[in-house]
């Protein structure tokens, strides 16, 4: 059965249009995070929600934000996608922070910039 | 800045030999080293982890080591089979500044039949 859940599995998008990711978690961890893995690199920490609270990687472009509407979901957002957007973007979950706790993935959503 | 390194980048093996990847980690406050697989078009999956209170674990085939002293840990599976091939990911759980996992930036592993 999957736990953390994304979709769409392949987004294509335009150059300049915004674009909204979804994840979802049958888990009811209070930690959620979106990483971004570019082609034969390890993935990359854009941010992470714990619980409501909202916490920003330093490096993260302000062309991408989050939102966690309930314990469930968690949103990203590209306002304005570039071409270097383009990437595979990662969901995960884990029970609580402090990341001695595993991290589950979820399948990731491909996003083509065109 | 927190870093891991992780070599080799790729590594191929004949079937049924050993397959060890290394990691070295910057932050000496670090506790806790996932190691992840990941196949084609999925995300990773944890196949192991050791926390800082131990020096060893094993798992049927794969094994991990950790050496805090020199803060480096590996990565050890034995008989590899065709379905070990994929990209490996060791992590560590970084205490400086924002608490998170620091990736390694993987291995390709193939084995060869």
């Known amino acids: 059965d999957a736990m953390v859940i994304q979709n769409p599995r392949y987004q294509v998008t335009q150059f300049g249009k915004p674009v909204t990711l979804s994840c979802s978690q049958t888990?009811?961890?209070?930690?959620m995070y979106w990483y971004q893995q570019k082609s034969s690199q390890a993935p990359k920490l854009l941010f992470h929600y714990y619980d409501k609270d909202f916490n920003n990687e330093a490096d993260t472009p302000d062309n991408f934000q989050s939102r966690r509407p309930n314990t469930s979901f968690c949103f990203l957002d590209i306002r304005s996608p570039g071409l270097g957007d383009a990437a595979m973007y990662l969901c995960a979950t884990s029970r609580d922070l402090g990341g001695v706790d595993e991290q589950f993935f979820g399948p990731g959503t491909r996003l083509t910039v065109l | 800045g927190e870093n891991v390194e992780q070599h080799p980048s790729t590594l191929s093996v004949q079937e049924g030999d050993s397959a060890v990847i290394k990691c070295t980690y910057s932050d000496s406050a670090s506790n806790y080293f996932p190691w992840y697989k990941q196949e084609l078009g999925k995300g990773p999956q944890l196949i192991i982890d050791?926390?800082?209170?131990?020096g060893e674990k094993k798992d049927q085939r794969i094994a991990v080591t950790l050496n805090k002293t020199a803060k480096h840990f590996s990565l050890h599976i034995t008989e590899t089979q065709p379905e070990d091939s994929a990209v490996y990911f060791c992590?560590?759980?970084?205490?400086?500044?924002?608490?998170?996992?620091?990736f390694g930036q993987g291995t390709r592993l193939t084995i060869n039949p």
């Open positions: 992590a560590a759980h970084i205490i400086q500044g924002a608490q998170k996992l620091v």
């Open positions: 050791i926390r800082s209170n131990v």
């Open positions: 888990l009811n961890h209070n930690v």
